[in-house]
């Protein structure tokens, strides 16, 4: 294996900003479910090849750390990061293709709760792809973090609500089943986020 | 950011015993939902309070880590102590939180094995509590783990037997659901005591 | 405590291959619940035996960990790694557990997604197995994790599609909240087969 002796950071930067984009693409696909006659089956399939892309930088992550002699920072924390972004990823993923394979959006409509989830989760991909960048200086980071954080706590609470709602008697037991499922992967998806937060944290204050 | 230059390990310890010691008070409340005619309302609110409370010694312990030189062990695992003994408080306050949320308190009673679980989390909760002083020796450290571990063992065993009763037919569908969310949140707790003990393991070996 | 100062590299390497070959006993058990006229309580009970042989495996591993000087890898992974190869342990007696627990086996035939799960989990057993040795020389383990990720997400297609026919109608409720159950460990063995692999993964990068 040929490895670059100069440090050649700018690529790991890059690397991380385009993961934490296809985050920002996720979660604006899952915002159009919300929307009336929306064909689930595309957005599903539209996720997927988001996922997909994702798993390829991912990889490309890995090579990279794997064929670089010095890395920005500690190698086992680009590590982490990359797979918590991916994981992120899997649980928006995750999100649409329940919808999809358990005929949710025959329903009327999902209930606002989801919706709530959906939004708390645009902001923190938006957050987080503005973030990335300035790993790069390691400044500014710490609204990031706190913001995203403090996020996660509403997501929490509107899961929550979601969870009340959907023990409500409101829908069937079979139903209620199905959309706890993508509730849990909302609230996983919240929560990933959350783990990249603290893994920037963590970077930032070793840097310090 | 000003450092201290000579160890101030006291705060450091200190934090942990406070943030070990509201999860004592935390499974004491829990002890009460047990009593006849309890306010489940306020039981729940004294739990987001504590658990507020255990928010601010983390963010506290944070901004400790991060202005002090010389930590007494590894930053890293001071971190992760600290975050997880954090979680813990999370599942406390789920437990009261989503049985008041629920309305299951308007049951006759809540199953045996729920006040099983509760028993064990504070039986745990005291054992962690007497433990974190002993850090500063790094002494006698080894029975609180294992026993912590075994404690982890009747919890999962008394888990398992509330879900073969959950699931016996006793209780219509709905029910089921609400319950078997207030008996994960007590299974994780049961379980992040257990991440605690292991995380006390690893920092006394590493110091042996 | 004595430690020994000349590596007693082997003694690691056979502690993770013998850990390794209890997980293939395991998956073959979970096997033997496809056979017709099995006798459940027989296999679950088996189980829970190579269950406990697993733990005494990865506490003498602990053991050594701490009494010897020089380990042939970071004691971090050490410990984590063999943390890991129990967790999968965990999973496949709680599958074996709770299927004679919840009088699942009464049901006339388990769903045939259950057990392409429990053949994706035979094939990652085997692969581990066979990759542990290979440990002592770093050679040759790519294909491992490469194979064994790829497992996994065909575990992850199973898990879903077997949600959906759980979530079909084709169960009561409570029928389907027991198999459920059974469900999340078969996927959760899968994930941790997973989570082996990349601890190996990570070792090995960092040896190479």
Sequence with gaps: MKFSFRPTEGAFYEL???AAYNLVRGTELLNELALPGVDVQSVSERLTEVEHDS??????LYKKINST????FDREDIYRLGSQLDDVMDHL???????YLYGLTKLPALPREMHE??????QQAKLTADAMPRLRTMK??????I???RLENDGDRAYRMLLVRLFSGEYDALTVLKMKEVADE???ACDAFEHVANTVETIAVKES
Excluded: M, R
Excluded at 55 to 60: A, C, G, I, M, R
């Design 69 to 72: 002699f010095i890395t920005p």
């Design 16 to 18: 991380f900003t385009k």
């Design 55 to 60: 798993d390829q930088l991912t990889h490309e």
């Design 117 to 122: 989830l959906v939004a708390v989760l645009d």
């Design 186 to 188: 909302l609230e996983a």
């Design 140 to 145: 500014a980071l710490e609204d990031y973090w």
């Design 93 to 99: 993923e995750a999100v649409g293709s329940l919808l």
């Design 147 to 149: 913001e995203c954080n």
